[in-house]
């Protein structure tokens, strides 16, 4: 195991949803915090190979510095946003990854033994993967097309990470969490994932005194979903024990149906109301659950909060946070 401590580390999306969580990890793992560099958007627009340079050239006072790279910024949503960008997300998140990564190299941090450490997706899964989702079929078939775009850019960092290994000696580590949430998600009803589009259309809803909510496709489709501390419990593992980008799934193993997800969120909201599903809209990919054996083999790392445990303290933090 790799220790931490000492290491200066760039965490680009530490200012996000999952990087604050991981920032936490890093300093109780002993990193000070005067060790840790999160670029900003509005100083660095990481999509711009000019500025993923000037990144590694100031990040911890010059150029040669930098001994880890956490890989957390994405540009990334829900089925309709990806519906609306595939090609601003495809650029975006294989832009960023290929001047970080490329810099990474010309900052000289394979000689001194750095490692980059990138998060994937699991979108990047064929559509119709066998369940539970095992890291060997990353390459069986198309992802689901709705965020194929997304998903495919994704990979696309992993084969580089791969190639830069093999010709630079580059270490790096690759994970695919399955979906977040938690405190401090994306609670924006067209950009947002499904569990907190669903948590405010409940809350406000019942707010309102609303008869009923409408919600996306049929049901019928499966998720597993991840609480944002596990996952960053299993990205700060990654970047202490991997040294290659074997891929490794991040994921709780269980599976639910969205309409159950749906009762659920709702009965926990205390909405009573009647649930609609708009079948002209989109149900996304039709199963979602993750093998999660290389996970617990090669990090000795497996998910704690329980689902329901993790939506009660995702729904009141909402509460908090506006007043309800």
């Not at 670029?39 to 880890?68: C, H, I, K, N, S």
């Not at 689901?144 to 990979?155: D, F, H, M």
């Not at 989109?282 to 990090?299: F, H, I, N, V």
Request: aromatic share 10%; charged share 25%.
């Amino acid at each position: 195991m790799s220790d931490l401590r000492g290491k200066r580390i760039i965490v680009t999306g530490g200012a996000g949803f999952v990087g604050r969580v991981v920032l936490r990890r890093l300093m109780d793992l002993g990193v000070s915090e005067q060790a840790i560099f999160v670029p900003r958007r509005r100083e660095f627009d990481l999509t711009r190979e000019a500025d993923a340079r000037r990144l590694y050239a100031e990040a911890f006072g010059g150029p040669g510095r930098t001994d880890m790279v956490i890989h957390l910024a994405a540009e990334v949503g829900g089925i309709g946003a990806n519906r609306d960008n595939p090609g601003r997300y495809f650029f975006a998140n294989m832009a960023m990854a290929l001047h970080l990564i490329e810099g990474a190299r010309l900052d000289g941090m394979a000689e001194r033994g750095g490692r980059f450490v990138q998060v994937g997706t699991i979108c990047a899964y064929p559509k119709f993967t066998p369940v539970p989702f095992r890291e060997e079929e990353l390459w069986n078939g198309y992802p689901e097309e709705t965020n194929a775009p997304y998903g495919v850019a994704k990979k696309a960092a992993w084969q580089m990470l791969d190639a830069y290994r093999q010709q630079y000696g580059l270490k790096s580590a690759y994970v695919l969490p399955v979906n977040l949430y938690g405190p401090h998600d994306n609670f924006d009803l067209h950009t947002s994932h499904v569990i907190p589009a669903l948590i405010r259309k409940c809350l406000e809803a019942r707010a309102a005194g609303a008869e009923k909510i409408v919600c996306w496709g049929t049901g019928s489709a499966s998720r597993e979903f991840l609480y944002v501390d596990d996952v960053a419990d299993g990205i700060v593992r990654a970047a202490e024990v991997m040294d290659e980008p074997t891929p490794i799934n991040l994921g709780a193993s269980f599976e639910v149906k969205i309409k159950d997800l749906v009762e659920t969120i709702a009965r926990l909201c205390g909405f009573e109301g009647y649930i609609e599903w708009d079948t002209t809209k989109p149900d996304g990919q039709p199963r979602r659950c993750l093998d999660c054996t290389r996970a617990e083999k090669l990090l000795g790392w497996k998910a704690r909060v329980g689902f329901e445990e993790g939506l009660r303290r995702t729904i009141e933090w909402y509460k908090r946070e506006r007043g309800l």
